[in-house]
Every structure is written in structure tokens, then in C-alpha cells.
């Protein structure tokens, strides 16, 4: 909602001081300047309106919504850079974040959207792929960026998507090249047979990162495994039975994996390797991940977001934004627990 801060406090004190100074003319003077002073009056008046429709200053402010699925650290980290970016761009005082968490529950996302549509807000940060598919059956008019997003074809249903949905959502995705984190499997474990993919059967994206890579490591001669859970409540489970029929464990972006790592890393610990799509969940389970920065890419939507507000840009014809580099990072902790010798140009994943 877009407010006008109107200010006409410099036009009302020149008119005020322009009526002082004719109050102060003597008669005979008058008589003399009547046309003159007639005309500078009122080019004086004429003059002060200006400066008063120019002092209007149209100080704009903004409501964003932002809809996060769930709370960890790549998640949190692009909600930071979004908003850093927006404050940086705009001033602390031009913007109102209505911040609201999902606890991953995709029914919550809904409830969120449809608020912030109530609210009429100027724009919605969508943090993951469910908040995305809210937000895009919540409203076509509302600016919405997606972030966190791993593949919007597959998130929105578009069919041969090439980069631009072209209504009123754009925003950046997460995916890194998934035959790069395929290779680095290859690369870590040349002797390993059995590779089990984990990952949460209610994420579209996870899906589609599971049984892409999959494709990859079976031409690479590996034998692969889908196990999936359809929450919190069977990951337990599903990823014990991955890790006792598996050489390694591949997990791909995946918001319920990300919120579970403390109990995924109870069951792999110092038995059996995880290789991760991105850097919180290797933190929190892993060996080893091709990641990118998610403050980065929050910085990214938050760009964005700027040149929407201003007018800069339309979100109609913003094609999708991606990270623009990717990192090799370790779990020196993981590493050492199970032996492995991990390569020199792998980065060490600090904290």
C-alpha cells in the first residue's frame, strides 16, 4: 500500500510572509506600484503553489509480504538478503516486512497468502516452492517473487518452460547443476554400487532433483534407489532403511530434509556418507555439497523487487534469475567420522 507523505509547510509560510509585506505598504506607494505589485503578487503565489506542489513530496512506502515454509539456514539466510537488499535500495523507512513462517505446512502457506492478498500488499516474497504454488493460486494481480525455488516449470506446472513464466510471477531458483553433483558422487565414492536418493515425496522440486540425478549416476554405472518420505513422521524410518540397503545417500533441496538433519545425521553419522544439494543441509548431515550462497540469491529477489516497486521493471517480463556460482564445501566433522579424504579444492563449510 503505497502512501503520499504531503508536505505544504514551505508554500504556507511564503504566502503568510507575502501577506505581511502588502499589510506594511503605505497608501502612496500603493498607488504608484498598483500594477506592479499586483503582478509580483502574483507571480509570487504562483510561484509558492509550485514550490508547494513541489514540496508534495511523494515520499513512497511499501508493504512486501513474505511467506517462508519453514524455518533453516538457507531459507532464513535469503529472507536476510532479500530484505537487506530492499533497505539498501529503498531506506529503512520506505518498507514494512509482514514476515509470516509456514512450519512446512503447505495449507498454512494458503492461509498466509490469502492475508497478505487481504492486506493488499505491494508485493510477496514466496521462500520455497509450496509458498510459490500459494501464491500463485492466491492472486494474478500481486507482485510475487519466488525464491528458494528450484525449478518453476515443474513448481507452476508450466509445460517446456523456458525462463519466463509471464504473469505476475517471477523471482531466482536454487538449482544447481545437478550432473555437477552427480560427478561429485563419482568423484568422492569411485567404489561405491548402491546410491540411495532421500528426499520428501511431497516436494515437486525434490522429486524432479531426485530422479535427475538418479539418471545421471546410472549412466555412470552406479545402482540407484528412490526412498521417500512423505513427511516428518516417516523420515525416520524411510532414511534408515536408505542408509542400511546404501554406499552413499544423495539429498537434494529439500525443505523437510533441511528441518530434519539434526535426526537424519543420527542415523548416518560415522556409517554411511551424505552427499547434499545445498550447504545447510551438508552442515547439518552431510560429507560434502555443490552449493550456492542463499544470501546471495535473497539479494538477488531482492533486486529484483526494487525495480518492481519503482517501476523500473514489470514482473510479467522478468525472467527467472539463477545463482551465479557454485561451491564445492565439505562437513570437515562427517569427513573425518568416516575416513574420507576430501579433494584441495573443496572449501571447508565454517561453523
Same mark, same amino acid.
Given at each position: 500500500?503505497?502512501?503520499?507523505?504531503?508536505?505544504?509547510?514551505?508554500?504556507?509560510?511564503l504566502?503568510?510572509?507575502?501577506?505581511?509585506?502588502?499589510?506594511?505598504?503605505?497608501? !502612496?506607494?500603493?498607488?504608484?506600484?498598483?500594477?506592479?505589485?499586483?503582478?509580483?503578487?502574483?507571480?509570487?503565489?504562483?510561484a509558492?503553489?509550485?514550490?508547494?506542489q513541489?514540496?508534495?513530496?511523494? !515520499?513512497?512506502?511499501?508493504t512486501? !509480504?513474505?511467506?517462508?515454509?519453514?524455518?533453516?539456514d538457507?531459507?532464513?539466510?535469503?529472507t536476510q538478503?532479500?530484505?537487506?537488499?530492499?533497505?539498501?535500495?529503498?531506506?529503512?523507512?520506505?518498507?514494512?516486512?509482514?514476515?509470516?513462517?509456514?512450519?512446512?505446512?503447505?495449507?498454512?502457506?494458503?492461509?498466509?497468502?490469502?492475508?497478505?492478498?487481504?492486506?493488499d500488499?505491494?508485493?510477496? %516474497?514466496?521462500?520455497?516452492?509450496?509458498?510459490?504454488?500459494?501464491?500463485?493460486?492466491?492472486?494474478?494481480?500481486?507482485?510475487?517473487?519466488?525464491?528458494?525455488?528450484t525449478?518453476?516449470?515443474?513448481?507452476?506446472?508450466?509445460?517446456?518452460?523456458?525462463?519466463?513464466?509471464?504473469?505476475?510471477?517471477?523471482?531466482?531458483?536454487?538449482?544447481?547443476?545437478?550432473?555437477?553433483?552427480?560427478?561429485?558422487?563419482?568423484?568422492? +565414492?569411485?567404489?561405491?554400487?548402491?546410491?540411495?536418493?532421500?528426499?520428501?515425496?511431497?516436494?515437486?522440486?525434490?522429486?524432479?532433483?531426485?530422479?535427475?540425478?538418479?539418471?545421471?549416476?546410472?549412466?555412470?554405472?552406479?545402482?540407484?534407489?528412490?526412498?521417500? +518420505?512423505?513427511?516428518s513422521?516417516?523420515?525416520?524410518?524411510v532414511?534408515?532403511?536408505?542408509?542400511?540397503?546404501?554406499?552413499v545417500l544423495?539429498?537434494?533441496?529439500?525443505?523437510?530434509?533441511?528441518?530434519?538433519?539434526?535426526?537424519?545425521?543420527?542415523?548416518?553419522?560415522?556409517?554411511?556418507?551424505?552427499?547434499?544439494?545445498?550447504?545447510?543441509?551438508?552442515?547439518?548431515?552431510?560429507?560434502?555439497? %555443490?552449493?550456492?550462497?542463499?544470501?546471495? %540469491?535473497?539479494?538477488?529477489?531482492?533486486?529484483?523487487?526494487?525495480?518492481?516497486?519503482? !517501476?523500473?521493471?514489470?514482473?510479467?517480463?522478468?525472467?527467472?534469475?539463477?545463482?551465479p556460482? +557454485?561451491?564445492?564445501?565439505?562437513?570437515?566433522?562427517?569427513?573425518?567420522?568416516?575416513?574420507?579424504?576430501?579433494?584441495e579444492?573443496?572449501?571447508?563449510?565454517?561453523?
Amino acid at each position: 500500500m503505497k502512501k503520499r507523505v504531503l508536505s505544504l509547510l514551505t508554500a504556507g509560510c511564503l504566502l503568510l510572509s507575502l501577506a505581511a509585506c502588502s499589510g506594511n505598504t503605505d497608501s !502612496g506607494s500603493s498607488q504608484a506600484s498598483d500594477t506592479g505589485t499586483d503582478s509580483t503578487a502574483a507571480d509570487q503565489s504562483e510561484a509558492a503553489a509550485d514550490d508547494a506542489q513541489e514540496a508534495e513530496t511523494t !515520499g513512497e512506502t511499501y508493504t512486501i !509480504g513474505i511467506c517462508q515454509l519453514v524455518q533453516h539456514d538457507a531459507l532464513d539466510a535469503a529472507t536476510q538478503g532479500f530484505k537487506d537488499a530492499i533497505v539498501e535500495a529503498l531506506g529503512e523507512d520506505a518498507v514494512t516486512f509482514d514476515e509470516k513462517n509456514a512450519q512446512n505446512d503447505s495449507n498454512t502457506c494458503a492461509t498466509i497468502i490469502t492475508n497478505f492478498v487481504a492486506a493488499d500488499v505491494d508485493l510477496i %516474497l514466496a521462500n520455497a516452492t509450496p509458498a510459490l504454488q500459494a501464491a500463485q493460486a492466491g492472486t494474478d494481480t500481486i507482485p510475487v517473487l519466488g525464491t528458494s525455488v528450484t525449478e518453476y516449470g515443474v513448481a507452476l506446472g508450466i509445460e517446456d518452460f523456458d525462463g519466463l513464466v509471464g504473469t505476475n510471477v517471477s523471482g531466482t531458483s536454487d538449482l544447481a547443476p545437478l550432473d555437477e553433483q552427480a560427478a561429485m558422487i563419482q568423484e568422492l +565414492f569411485p567404489d561405491a554400487e548402491k546410491v540411495g536418493l532421500l528426499y520428501c515425496s511431497a516436494e515437486a522440486n525434490s522429486q524432479y532433483q531426485v530422479d535427475t540425478v538418479k539418471a545421471y549416476l546410472e549412466e555412470m554405472g552406479y545402482t540407484c534407489e528412490l526412498y521417500a +518420505f512423505s513427511d516428518s513422521n516417516d523420515i525416520a524410518t524411510v532414511c534408515q532403511n536408505a542408509a542400511d540397503a546404501s554406499d552413499v545417500l544423495y539429498i537434494p533441496t529439500d525443505n523437510t530434509a533441511a528441518n530434519n538433519t539434526e535426526l537424519i545425521n543420527n542415523i548416518c553419522y560415522g556409517k554411511i556418507p551424505v552427499v547434499a544439494g545445498e550447504e545447510g543441509i551438508c552442515s547439518g548431515c552431510g560429507v560434502a555439497t %555443490l552449493s550456492i550462497s542463499y544470501y546471495d %540469491l535473497g539479494v538477488a529477489t531482492g533486486n529484483m523487487a526494487v525495480k518492481i516497486l519503482t !517501476g523500473e521493471s514489470k514482473v510479467e517480463e522478468m525472467p527467472i534469475e539463477y545463482a551465479p556460482q +557454485f561451491t564445492k564445501k565439505y562437513n570437515a566433522a562427517n569427513a573425518e567420522a568416516l575416513n574420507i579424504t576430501i579433494p584441495e579444492d573443496y572449501v571447508a563449510i565454517e561453523g
